[in-house]
Protein backbone atom coordinates (compact mmCIF):
# COMPACT_ATOMS: atom_id res chain seq x y z
CA UNK A 1 0.00 0.00 0.00
CA UNK A 2 0.78 3.50 -1.11
CA UNK A 3 1.98 5.73 1.50
CA UNK A 4 -0.47 8.01 3.30
CA UNK A 5 -3.57 6.07 2.21
CA UNK A 6 -6.65 4.38 4.08
CA UNK A 7 -8.52 0.92 2.58
CA UNK A 8 -12.00 1.42 0.84
CA UNK A 9 -13.61 0.01 3.70
CA UNK A 10 -11.92 2.88 5.83
CA UNK A 11 -12.97 5.66 3.34
CA UNK A 12 -16.52 3.96 3.34
CA UNK A 13 -16.77 4.32 7.23
CA UNK A 14 -15.31 8.09 7.11
CA UNK A 15 -17.43 9.26 5.04
CA UNK A 16 -20.93 7.28 6.21
CA UNK A 17 -19.63 8.81 9.38
CA UNK A 18 -19.63 12.25 7.97
CA UNK A 19 -22.81 11.64 6.23
CA UNK A 20 -24.57 10.68 9.48
CA UNK A 21 -24.72 14.52 10.42
CA UNK A 22 -28.31 15.75 9.32
CA UNK A 23 -26.39 19.34 8.80
CA UNK A 24 -24.30 17.70 6.07
CA UNK A 25 -25.27 18.19 2.48
CA UNK A 26 -21.91 17.75 0.63
CA UNK A 27 -20.66 13.82 -0.14
CA UNK A 28 -17.23 14.68 -1.69
CA UNK A 29 -15.54 17.64 -3.24
CA UNK A 30 -13.89 17.76 -7.23
CA UNK A 31 -10.48 19.91 -7.26
CA UNK A 32 -9.80 19.96 -10.62
CA UNK A 33 -6.15 19.22 -11.46
CA UNK A 34 -5.10 22.36 -12.98
CA UNK A 35 -6.13 24.42 -9.50
CA UNK A 36 -4.26 21.92 -7.60
CA UNK A 37 -1.28 22.10 -9.43
CA UNK A 38 -1.94 26.19 -9.21
CA UNK A 39 -1.70 25.48 -5.33
CA UNK A 40 1.24 23.31 -5.29
CA UNK A 41 3.41 25.69 -7.70
CA UNK A 42 3.31 28.56 -5.12
CA UNK A 43 6.94 29.42 -3.59
CA UNK A 44 7.31 27.76 0.12
CA UNK A 45 4.31 24.99 -0.65
CA UNK A 46 5.04 21.75 0.85
CA UNK A 47 1.79 20.50 1.53
CA UNK A 48 -1.70 21.59 1.11
CA UNK A 49 -4.71 22.19 4.30
CA UNK A 50 -8.50 21.79 3.75
CA UNK A 51 -10.83 24.09 5.59
CA UNK A 52 -14.65 23.35 5.36
CA UNK A 53 -17.19 26.19 5.63
CA UNK A 54 -20.52 27.45 4.27
CA UNK A 55 -21.02 30.22 1.95
CA UNK A 56 -23.83 32.74 1.99
CA UNK A 57 -25.91 30.47 -0.05
CA UNK A 58 -25.51 28.10 2.53
CA UNK A 59 -23.36 26.10 0.50
CA UNK A 60 -20.63 23.71 1.56
CA UNK A 61 -17.33 24.85 0.56
CA UNK A 62 -14.07 23.19 0.56
CA UNK A 63 -11.21 25.87 1.00
CA UNK A 64 -7.26 24.90 0.61
CA UNK A 65 -4.39 26.87 1.31
CA UNK A 66 -0.60 26.32 0.98
CA UNK A 67 1.11 25.06 4.28
CA UNK A 68 5.04 25.51 4.37
CA UNK A 69 7.30 22.76 5.48
CA UNK A 70 6.96 24.00 9.06
CA UNK A 71 3.14 23.21 8.96
CA UNK A 72 2.16 27.18 8.63
CA UNK A 73 -0.88 28.36 6.43
CA UNK A 74 0.49 30.35 3.79
CA UNK A 75 -2.09 33.09 3.05
CA UNK A 76 -0.71 36.55 1.87
CA UNK A 77 -2.13 37.70 -1.38
CA UNK A 78 1.17 40.28 -1.42
CA UNK A 79 3.29 37.19 -1.74
CA UNK A 80 0.52 35.53 -4.21
CA UNK A 81 -0.40 32.93 -1.37
CA UNK A 82 -4.26 33.09 -1.62
CA UNK A 83 -7.30 30.80 -0.15
CA UNK A 84 -8.32 28.50 -2.95
CA UNK A 85 -11.95 27.82 -3.30
CA UNK A 86 -12.25 26.29 -6.70
CA UNK A 87 -13.89 22.71 -5.18
CA UNK A 88 -16.70 21.83 -6.74
CA UNK A 89 -19.47 19.69 -4.20
CA UNK A 90 -20.82 16.77 -4.70
CA UNK A 91 -23.95 16.87 -5.19
CA UNK A 92 -23.76 18.17 -8.41
CA UNK A 93 -20.33 17.32 -9.42
CA UNK A 94 -20.64 13.42 -8.62
CA UNK A 95 -19.44 9.90 -9.50
CA UNK A 96 -22.43 8.06 -9.05
CA UNK A 97 -21.10 4.79 -9.72
CA UNK A 98 -18.04 5.25 -7.23
CA UNK A 99 -18.42 2.79 -4.23
CA UNK A 100 -18.10 6.21 -2.01
CA UNK A 101 -21.37 8.04 -3.47
CA UNK A 102 -23.40 4.82 -2.61
CA UNK A 103 -23.88 4.10 0.61
CA UNK A 104 -26.46 3.02 2.91
Known sequence: MAKNTITLQQAQEWAAAWR?????????????????????????????????????????????????DNGNDLINEAKGQFIYDFTQPCPEKCDINSPLFNLK
Request: proline letters at 4%; zero cysteines.
Open 20 to 68: SNPNNTVKAFLIPNVDLTQLLAEEGVQDVRAYVGIDGNNEQKLMLVGVD
